[in-house]
């Protein structure tokens, strides 16, 4: 059993990865245990700007223009929703940020100029929305249960917990139980802290909780942004979220961020819902706030992309471009994104 890489972990950066090394004709295996994958709870917006502070995220055109046809030329697209977000503003003052923001040469492409003061009389919005063109969400955990599907059939997906002992790095040819591998990549999410060759890097595991509700009537067809993010799911179905928490007990939902999704809720609208789920995940969150991608400083065989942090959607086809390019040598991961930067 020989293949050029075997991926450890099918989230999004390791379902982006399959994608870049099918595109370069390279051979893979994909091992995945799914007991925690952000990815398979994430909303799966994809916005580029940093709607709190008016403010494009970094190489934002760059990664848009990268990573969002990868998602609508797949072929999974049914699973890729494109619709504009509505900002809410919450005071006069906001509107005028927002009037300010939409003249940055960086944003305005994005950010469009005319407040909406009555897009949906189902929602309370008195000082009117800001509208961002350009973005919308990718059911993620749909797009990598199809994907997973198809890679099972083509035996290229083993779903199994990866046994770091098993792992022979004696040779240039790697050995992995009956398999023998010319790279491993990790793209293990919060999972990287039991990897004895990675553990080191200051991956944060920051907990996000959501809910789904019913809300008949609401109407909403576009992405809403005050507190929190609603996402128009379909018949009548919306996900709320999501929370945000560095410290916390455990991986369990809380009743106490529940209650507080339901206040932001309320706050839009005044319709009655039901809440139907409400879950928790772990985003991989690094302190500089940039993802890590590369190679081991010593293990040149091993490699790692992780620390997508809130915005895996965008980040993840772009990351798996660059890293694949650096595994067959044709370009070298910039000092911004190299994980040796923590080294
Ligand atoms: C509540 C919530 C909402 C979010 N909303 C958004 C959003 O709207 N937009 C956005 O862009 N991002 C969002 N994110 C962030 C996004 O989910 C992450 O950035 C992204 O999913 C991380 O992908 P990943 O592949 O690095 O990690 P993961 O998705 O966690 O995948 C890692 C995989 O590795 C596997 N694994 C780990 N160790 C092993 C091992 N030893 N053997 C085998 N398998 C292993 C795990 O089972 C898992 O499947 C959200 C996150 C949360 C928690």
Redesign the pocket.
């Known amino acids: 059993m020989q293949r050029d890489v075997l991926i ?9 990865l399959t994608n870049a090394l099918k595109k370069q004709g390279i051979s893979f295996v994909v ?17 580029p700007v940093v709607l709190k502070r008016f403010r494009a995220i970094w190489h934002a055109n760059e990664i848009m223009e990268h990573s969002i046809p990868v998602y609508a030329q797949s072929e999974f697209s049914d699973t890729f929703h494109p619709m504009p977000i509505h900002r809410v503003l919450t005071s006069v003052s906001e509107q005028n940020d927002w009037a300010v923001a939409t003249d940055k040469a960086d944003i305005d492409h994005y950010l469009n100029p005319n407040i909406l003061t009555n897009s949906n009389s189902n929602i309370h919005t008195p000082f009117g929305v800001g509208v961002v063109d350009h973005t919308g ?2 059911d ?1 955990n749909r797009l ?1 249960t199809k994907s997973q599907k198809e890679l099972e059939q083509q035996h290229s997906f083993i779903g ?5 002992e098993a792992l022979d790095i004696s040779a240039n040819v790697l050995c992995y139980k009956k398999w023998k591998i010319n790279h491993v990549v ?7 802290k ?2 004895p060759w990675f553990s080191t890097l200051p991956i944060i595991p ?5 809910l789904i509700v019913s809300c008949k009537g609401l109407n909403l067809k576009t992405i809403l942004k005050s507190n929190v ?1 609603v ?1 128009p799911l379909g018949n009548d179905m919306y996900r709320v ?3 945000y928490a560095r410290e916390f007990e455990n991986i369990f939902p809380t009743d106490e961020r529940k209650a507080w999704l339901i206040t932001q809720f309320k706050k839009l609208t005044a319709f009655p819902f039901d809440v139907i789920d409400h ?7 690094v302190p500089d706030r940039k ?1 890590l991608i590369g190679k081991h400083p010593i293990r040149k065989n091993l490699w790692c ?12 086809p772009y990351l798996a471009t660059k890293l694949v390019a650096a595994l067959n040598n044709a370009q070298k991961i910039s000092s911004t994104l190299n994980l040796t930067r923590f080294w």
């Open positions: 450890v972990g099918f989230g999004l950066a390791g379902w982006a091992f995945d245990g799914q007991k925690m994958s952000s990815s398979r709870v994430a909303t799966g917006i994809y916005n969400w990718v993620t990598l199994e917990v990866f046994d770091y990790f793209a293990e999410g919060v999972g990287i039991k990897n920051n907990k996000g909780e959501w993010f996402v979220g999501a929370t879950g928790a995940g772990f985003r991989p969150t993802p992309i992780n620390g997508l942090g809130s915005r895996g959607v965008l980040w993840a």
